[in-house]
Nanobody, 113 residues
Framework: VQLVESGGGLVQPGGSLRLSCVAS????????MSWYRQAPGKERELVAV????????KYSDSVEGRFTISRDNGKNTVYLQMNSLKPEDTAVYYC???????WGQGTQVTVSS
């Protein structure tokens, strides 16, 4: 089982990024997926969750209305579209398969002018 994130980088406040997480080694379409993030000196926090078919999503209060989680089961990929980015969104972002302890390696997002 493998999860590989990409799409992070440096962006100015107010900017956008789209993260991708490609999954392999399991039946992607049967599993809910999630995005977490961990800022320096802070605990890892849940950002967004999506159901196996993509019909249900949930977000943390801190990103509600700015971030959108989606998935393409044909491509075994889950996405996190991040808009109106703030400096406090700076963190390493990880994808995770729900119900397991399977994590990707993370991708760094830095929001700074």
């Amino acid at each position: 089982v493998q999860l590989v994130e990409s799409g992070g980088g440096l962006v100015q406040p107010g900017g956008s990024l789209r993260l991708s997480c490609v999954a392999s080694g399991f039946t992607f379409s049967s599993n809910g997926m999630s995005w977490y993030r961990q800022a320096p000196g802070k605990e890892r926090e849940l950002v967004a969750v999506i159901s196996s078919a993509g019909g249900s999503t949930k977000y943390s209060d801190s990103v509600e209305g700015r971030f959108t989680i989606s998935r393409d089961n044909g491509k075994n990929t889950v996405y996190l579209q991040m808009n109106s980015l703030k400096p406090e969104d700076t963190a390493v972002y990880y994808c995770k398969m729900l119900g397991t302890d399977v994590w990707g390696q993370g991708t760094q997002v830095t929001v700074s002018s």
